[in-house]
């Protein structure tokens, strides 16, 4: 019984010993020769911001003092000639301080909703902040970062509903298309933006496709103006909001940037055979975090339409190659 349990034992302490020289040993190996052992991964560039929020808008006032009832859906698409509001019957006497302040701030730029139909087509909002006539598509290049920040702190509040006057907003119409964020950041982060680029936004918990309208460089500070056509859940009500903007998100083989080196022309790594000898695989990079990158795995198409094969997963990478490295490489 006891020497059953003594070649137990040792079966046991080999098995240990197999799955450290499997795992453990080429790290350990790698590591005192300055190499790496590659894997998939992720790499994702992005940057938090606050935006302000523009949209292609329309504020429609009350056409006479009376009883307004809302005959369409909060954020319903609807088409131009359709009746968004009922008024009629009595309005009210005194007037609302709120609207005489959001009125003051539209100006001429308001419409009047004859008998309470939309004459344009769009999304339904009964939510105004009295930026509508400031913060326009018309004024992306124009507008004054000072201009967004005043604009924006205001608190949207509703339109008229029951007993209401003449000029009263009543309804407010987004036209069903492209909208725009614009923000700001320094010169540094600004360069990871190139006019029309392909980005994503996150605004909550919903993510979806944007470009890059335009990108205005100051001394310090440059204007980072997004556009999207994707319907965003409250972005008819909304302001000024926090976003996410990824500018590059790719999976593949993680590298380190280190380790790529270029040599006759390409751009790859060094790669250690199974005797020990370094080749030379060419890379095909899909994002670039300043620091590591993600790359194709097994095959990629280069810029001349060729395919290409390059490294797989698990290959071990030379960590930083010298001179010397990359001219004796195979």
């Not at 909002?125 to 005043?150: H, I």
């Not at 298309?177 to 918990?205: C, P, R, S």
């Amino acid at each position: 019984m006891k020497k059953k349990w003594f070649w137990l034992i040792i079966y046991l302490a080999a098995i240990v010993v197999c799955i450290v020289l499997i795992y453990a040993v080429p790290k350990l190996m790698g590591a005192l020769e300055g190499t790496y052992v590659v894997e998939q991964g992720k790499i994702e560039l992005s940057q938090d911001v606050e935006a302000y929020i523009v949209r292609n808008e329309v504020v429609y006032v009350a056409d006479r003092d009376g009883t307004v009832k809302r005959q369409a859906e909060e954020s319903k698409l609807v088409r131009a000639g359709n009746q968004i509001v009922s008024i009629s019957g009595a309005g009210r006497e005194e007037t609302d301080q709120t609207y005489e302040r959001i009125k003051i701030q539209l100006g001429e730029a308001a419409l009047t909703a004859a008998d309470g139909y939309t004459g344009s087509a769009g999304y339904v909002s009964y939510k105004v902040d009295g930026a509508e006539a400031t913060l326009t598509p018309a004024g992306l290049e124009t507008t004054k970062k000072a201009a967004y920040e005043e604009k924006s702190g205001a608190e949207a509040v509703s339109t008229a509903k029951g007993k209401s006057q003449k000029g009263d907003p009543v309804f407010k119409i987004v036209a069903n298309g492209d909208w725009w964020l614009v923000f700001y950041t320094d010169n540094e982060h600004a360069k990871a933006y190139t006019q029309d680029m392909n980005v994503q936004i996150t605004i909550g918990d919903e993510t979806v496709k944007a470009y890059v309208y335009s990108v205005k460089n100051g001394k310090q500070i440059s204007r980072i103006t997004l556009c999207c056509s994707v319907f965003v859940k409250d972005y008819l009500t909304l302001r000024r909001v926090k976003v996410k903007v990824t500018t590059a998100s790719a999976e593949g083989l993680i590298i380190q940037n280190q380790s790529i080196v270029e040599k006759d022309g390409h751009k790859g790594v060094l790669v250690k055979n199974k005797y020990g000898k370094n080749v030379f695989k060419r890379i095909g990079i899909k994002a670039d975090d300043g620091t590591k990158s993600a790359v194709c795995e097994d095959i990629f198409m280069d810029e001349t339409d060729n395919y290409v094969e390059t490294i797989r997963v698990y290959d071990e990478i030379v960590t930083s190659p010298d001179e010397k490295d990359i001219k004796e490489a195979e």
